[in-house]
């Protein structure tokens, strides 16, 4: 991305949800242009149910890349390509709701903690304050005072001034959604406090509007906030780093002014302000606000560093290798936005559920106002009253509050971890997962084999290793990687080189061709003899992998190279197992070592000698005999069998955009021990959505009997679906600190 690339998208993208205009602790920050997006205000987007109506509404408005939520502030952001913006903005306004555009500039000033909508809602908290003030004395006027006309008139008076504080909006969009012929909240609402008023109940009718209309502020606050946990994160960054001028000199600039190839200085205690690479000093940084892993990691010459981690012992000097905008916590953050925005399956079936529920609700409210006055000694007046009572239960706030705050405090929770998940529907599904597919190196090994044994067969061995060590040494696999650094001998230069998928690397040098590679490769030249088949089993029975080097004669010399198992690969393999999940290794590697490192790691089956495609086949054939299966990898090499399997799980992603972008579920740094605790994650998070349900729909059912055949009062009503709703979201909250850790962890 250029730089004015990156300026421009910036003003725009800054308050497009990928930086929290919402949240009243968040810093005026650069946000990630990645998806960059348009905001709009929507006046009266105010409360989930409303949210789930746009959505709705943009459901079948294709090309749109994510949705950005802030109820607090009534902004949608909608990234999507400019000629699909229309037809979004058509479709919501279609739905009842008014789109204004929110200009770039205003937009980039509400991303400040002083910004407009916090002084919008410091004045909501008043008015509203004042109009429940106002509800109760026209309250206390009929209970205390002598029911006269002067004091019925001062009551009605009171109570119109209340309704008129707390509910405007709410009649607005009332009367906007009956225009409709909908049924959504609002409607129930006016419906429900004009009837009451109009029946002679209208102490009860202001007091229903002005409990009804804090319960809905307190509730969209809740939701912003579970929503911009996340971005605390982003406060990690710093916002300003020291960067080397031409002349050599240091002077502190704003980081969205650094260039990529910049080198910036950090000072041990400061935080690392952007990616970058490691020019320069040794130190041990802190990276758990991007793995989550708090143990620090030494960093010396050439290795990765992330922004916002913390730089605890030495002085570094690192070259910049991506813009602020662009680093790796900032394309986390703008991950987990848009897995935000994506709703879970439980959230779908809450939404199809409401939709047909209050109508419902509102039918039979229709029948008991007719039927109870006629087959029954109810009077007309006490058949409507029950009628407006069911009406304020009918109100699905609580139920489809409660999915989202859930979901998106899990996803919160998750990335606190380092483990990034794509969508609602993988956190649901991870609890489901019958086995999981592991790669062998990186995943359940170091990934860093060494190279332990070496043979030669001719008598210039020499000049034989010379020749491995060249073509070794330029590769990238970490076997090749490993037999290079192992001989740590000069190279000679290495014409026609090529890469043998699964198999090793091919080049010439000095006008000989010469092949570095596993036993399927020499089988498949036909250079194999018994000899060399005993050494091969010597070595893969020990879990080590042999590579062979051989000429157009044959075979000229054999590296043994070992890896050693993760210290948490055990571990997390056995708490997999514990939680119902079945383990499955499998590797490119050899049958013998494959074998030989999976029985070390706890894991009975794996399989060998697997190309590419033969993982894809493996995944297939583990979904007909598990069910469920996730796979796990680097994300690189792996990245058809990642897709094709129901959650593909990228390992050790930190500063690697395509394992980032391949999977559905990223792990930030590579211990597999994160696996478990998505399932855990996904297994409570499903349990609390439930509850959530069940106590909503169950304090509903309650309050229908009660409406209907005892004494349910409109707002005893009132007061239940607001308190449903406070603890669902409460509940949902919960999870923001959920304890996940497999028990053995500390
Ligand atoms: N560039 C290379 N240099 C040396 N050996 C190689 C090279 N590429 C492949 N091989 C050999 O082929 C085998 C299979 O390679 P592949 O890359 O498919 O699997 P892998 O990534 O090593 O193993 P895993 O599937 O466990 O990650 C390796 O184990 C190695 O023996
Ligand atoms: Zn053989």
């Known amino acids: ?372 006055p006629l087959l029954t000694d109810v009077t007309w007046l006490q058949g409507i009253y029950k009628a407006l009572v069911l009406l304020v239960i009918a109100c699905p706030c609580a139920l489809v509050i409660s999915t989202p705050v859930t979901v998106v405090s899990a996803l919160a929770a998750a990335a606190r971890r380092g483990i990034l998940i794509k969508g609602g529907t993988y956190l649901e599904d991870a609890r489901n997962l019958k086995a999981v597919a592991l790669d062998k190196t990186g995943t359940i090994t170091e990934g860093k084999p060494k190279l332990v044994d070496q043979k030669t067969m001719r008598d210039d061995a020499a000049a034989v290793l010379r020749l491995a060590a060249s073509l070794a040494g330029r590769s990238d696999h970490p076997v090749s990687k490993a037999i290079a650094e192992g001989l740590n001998l000069e190279h000679e230069a290495v014409d026609q080189f090529s890469a043998l998928a699964g ?24 250079q194999c003899n018994s000899e060399l088949e005993a050494d091969l089993k010597r070595h893969e029975q020990q879990g080590r992998t042999v590579t062979l080097m051989a000429d157009e004669q044959g075979v000229i010399a054999l590296f043994a190279v070992a890896d050693t198992i993760k210290p948490s690969s055990k571990a997390a393999v056995a708490d997999l197992i514990s939680l119902g999940v079945t383990p499955i290794m499998l590797t490119g590697d050899n049958e013998a070592t494959a074998q030989s490192i999976a029985s070390h790691a706890g894991i009975k089956e794996a399989r060998g000698n697997l190309l590419p495609e033969d993982k894809l086949k493996a995944i297939e054939e583990l979904q007909k005999r598990f069910g469920l299966t996730g796979m796990t990898g680097d994300g690189i090499n792996d990245a058809p069998a990642l897709a094709k399997a129901d959650i593909g799980i990228a390992m050790g992603a930190a500063g690697t955009d395509t394992a980032m972008e391949a999977a559905d579920i990223v792990i930030m740094n590579d211990d597999l021990q994160r696996i478990p605790t998505v399932i855990r994650l996904s297994r409570k998070t499903h349990a609390v959505l439930w509850q959530n349900i069940s106590f909503a729909l169950g304090v509903k059912a309650v309050f229908f009997v009660m409406a209907v055949f005892g004494t349910a009062t409109m707002w005893m009503a009132v007061f239940a679906d607001m308190g449903a709703s406070l603890l669902v979201v409460a509940n949902g909250l919960r999870l923001l600190k959920a304890k996940v850790e497999p028990p053995h962890a500390d």
């Open 1 to 372: 991305m250029s730089k004015t690339d990156d300026t421009s998208s910036a003003a725009s993208s800054c308050s497009s949800g990928a930086c929290g205009s919402c949240s009243s602790t968040s810093q005026p920050v650069d946000a990630p242009a990645i998806a960059g997006g348009k905001t709009y205000r929507i006046p009266t987007m105010d409360c989930s149910a409303e949210e789930a109506e746009i959505r709705r509404a943009l459901e079948p408005v294709s090309g749109i890349a994510s949705l950005g939520f802030q109820l607090g502030a009534r902004r949608l952001t909608i990234s999507a390509p400019a000629d699909v913006l229309p037809t979004a903005l058509e479709a919501i306004r279609r739905a009842g709701f008014k789109p204004e555009p929110v200009e770039a500039a205003a937009a980039t000033s509400t991303a400040s903690p002083s910004d407009g909508h916090e002084h919008g809602i410091g004045a909501g908290v008043a008015r509203l304050g004042l109009a429940l003030l106002v509800a109760i004395a026209a309250e206390g006027i009929e209970i205390v005072l002598p029911d006269t006309r002067a004091t019925q008139g001062l009551g009605m008076v009171l109570a119109v001034v209340a309704i008129w504080l707390a509910g405007v909006e709410t009649y607005t969009k009332g009367f906007a959604a009956l225009r409709r012929l909908k049924l959504n909240i609002n409607a129930l609402m006016t419906v429900a406090v004009t009837g009451a008023f109009l029946i002679g109940q209208w102490p009860e009718a202001a007091m229903v509007m002005a409990l009804y209309a804090i319960a809905e502020l307190i509730e969209a606050r809740s939701v912003d906030r579970a929503r911009n946990a996340i971005k605390g994160l982003m406060d990690l960054a710093p916002e300003e780093a020291t960067v080397q001028q031409p002349g050599g000199a240091w002077a502190t600039v704003p980081v969205a002014s650094v260039a990529i190839d910049s080198i910036v200085r950090i000072r041990p205690g400061e935080r690392v302000p952007m990616d970058g690479t490691v020019t320069r000093g040794d130190s041990a940084i802190n990276q758990a606000p991007v793995t989550g892993e708090s143990i620090p990691v030494e960093k010396a010459v050439g290795d990765p560093v992330f922004a916002g981690t913390i730089n605890e012992t030495g002085e570094l000097e690192v070259r910049v290798t991506a813009a602020a905008s662009n680093s790796t916590l900032a394309r986390i953050i703008h991950a987990v936005e848009q897995a935000q925005g994506s709703r879970a399956p439980t959230q779908r079936f809450v939404d199809r559920f409401a939709a047909v529920y209050t109508p419902a609700v509102f039918a039979l409210a229709v029948a008991v106002a007719v039927l109870l």
């Open 503 to 526: 198999r090793g690397v091919q080049g010439s040098i000095g006008g000989k061709t010469y092949v570095l590679g596993n036993h399927r490769l020499i089988e498949e030249r036909g």
